[in-house]
């Protein structure tokens, strides 16, 4: 069975820094896909990026940069001059490469902006 | 026009109540899930359907009951509601092969 592990719970930062939200997974398949998305205060789910595995180049958005490294299991993302609007609970995810595969995420970590 | 749509988006209702919430997708995907968040946020899957079909039944209690009517409508109903089915329910769509889900803006179910 999959796993998804965000350990930070809880992250506050002051605008303007930088942050990293941690995600570890686990899977014994080799073909699988990772996520992110982002809740905000308002609730939807918002999906931000898509991974495959076999695909462990960095990804830069804007201000967002997610970092893939099979050999520690990570899919980690980083916000770049944060923002008060990045506040928001973001969600790491995981699913297999079968056609009914379900998405299993991780607890989330909740990021919390100051001015 | 809003990909996935759930209705009703707040939901207050007694213990011992039958209820239900309904999504429709128009994204012409074959796949529709229910997922269940927490007070603290953990987002746990309950039903996957696969064009009407039930794949996955992830080990909830039969009061909750699933119909998909089409493979653009996934209904949840729940029976004799408890304290502890106080949550905000999530329908989400997902087309073929490695593609995203496609999420609702939640139903927040309150039994009191």
């Known amino acids: 069975a999959q796993k998804v592990t965000q350990a930070q719970t809880e992250i506050s930062v002051v605008e303007k820094e930088d942050v990293t939200l941690d995600c570890v997974y686990e899977?014994?398949?080799?073909?699988?896909?990772l996520f992110w998305y982002k809740q905000p205060p308002s609730g939807e789910l918002v999906f931000l990026i898509r991974?495959?595995?076999?695909?462990?180049q960095n990804e830069i958005s804007g201000r967002y940069s997610w970092n893939f490294q099979k050999s520690t299991s990570s899919f980690n993302f980083t916000i770049t001059a944060s923002q008060v609007v990045d506040s928001a609970v973001y969600f790491c995810?995981?699913?297999?490469?079968?056609?009914?595969?379900?998405?299993?995420f991780g607890k989330g970590t909740m990021l919390l902006v100051s001015p | 026009d809003t990909a996935v749509s759930q209705t009703p988006k707040y939901l207050v209702t007694q213990m011992g109540n039958d209820k239900s919430i309904k999504c429709e997708q128009n994204?012409?995907?074959?796949?529709m899930y229910w997922y269940k968040q927490d007070s603290k946020k953990f987002l746990k899957i309950m039903f996957s359907?696969?064009?009407?079909?039930?794949?996955i039944n992830e080990t909830v209690p039969n009061r909750f009951s699933p119909k998909s009517p089409d493979k653009a409508h996934l209904n949840l109903h729940i029976n004799s509601l408890e304290l502890g089915d106080s949550a905000v329910y999530f329908c989400?769509?997902?087309?073929?092969?490695?593609?995203?889900?496609?999420f609702g803006q939640g139903t927040r179910l309150t039994v009191v």
């Open positions: 989400a769509s997902r087309g073929q092969g490695p593609a995203e889900a496609f």
């Open positions: 899977t014994r398949d080799t073909t699988y896909y």
């Open positions: 991974r495959n595995s076999f695909d462990e």
């Open positions: 995810a995981l699913s297999l490469n079968s056609g009914y595969s379900t998405l299993t």
């Open positions: 994204l012409g995907h074959d796949t």
């Open positions: 359907y696969n064009n009407k079909e039930l794949i």
